[in-house]
């Protein structure tokens, strides 16, 4: 487990109870300039942060409640990262209302870099409210509070130049349906990057009927198709045109 000890030099409450702290690194490092991490001392707690000054190992994070201690300890893993492109013309970010704390240190960072970038906060919220508010003062006109739909979507992305890239931040059913609109649109997959919250179901597709069924535990090799009722072996194969793993007619 990497552990990251650090010292809080200042705190203070953003909304709600969102708070944010400049914090100086005793011990351990970030494994990058921006990501997401878990304090040790609270059950999944969600801390979210992005490199200050590097030489002088200060970063800032963004996490729920207030922190008692003047430490605050750490841990990250590295298959859950933030990885941000580096190679666009523009750059959209997709934000589902869900993953407020790792999007609030992304688009901190993103400020502090000469990137063209637009946010779109998924939000079911008609009114004003303090997070998108938040966002809004941050951004100006690179940012717009959207509700989801598909139709809303397609006319998004219809409308961007050659050279845009996507950065696609919530939970996996939501930014599974824009990655689909993308493509049909002509997006590649070098094109858009996912990163999914929560728990992602599988799809398994079948050699038989063609229709979809869920994927059973990962342990298991072997299902039946809930469309036809056929015997299916599992493989390990994923096709990213059906976003799905490919299901053989068991013998």
Known sequence: MNIIKCEILQEYKIFDSIYSAEVKVEQGAFPNEVGISLATNR?????????????DRLFRLFYHSRHD????????????????????????????????????ALIRYLTTKSFNC???FMTEMDREDNKS???????GEQF???SFSN???????????????????????????????AKVIGFTDEEIDIHGVG???????CAKCYQFSIKPDPLHDETTCSHCQIKLDVSNHFSKR??????????
């Open 199 to 205: 728990e992602k179901i599988d799809h398994i597709f």
């Open 151 to 181: 139709d809303k979507i397609n006319q998004i992305l219809h409308s961007q130049e050659i050279g845009t890239r996507l950065f696609l931040l919530g939970k996996w059913s939501i930014v599974e349906d824009i990655e689909k609109v």
């Open 43 to 55: 059950l999944n707690s969600l801390v979210s942060y992005y490199v200050l000054s590097g030489k």
């Open 133 to 139: 508010l938040y966002f809004q003062d941050i951004l």
């Open 118 to 120: 637009y946010v779109y």
């Open 242 to 251: 059906l976003n799905a793993y490919l299901g053989y007619i068991h013998v």
């Open 69 to 104: 201690s003047p430490f605050i300890e750490l841990t990250f893993n590295y298959d859950q990262q933030l990885l941000i492109p580096t190679s666009f013309k523009k750059l959209l970010l997709f934000i589902d209302k869900s993953c407020l704390i790792e999007s609030l």
């Open 144 to 146: 717009s509070k959207i």
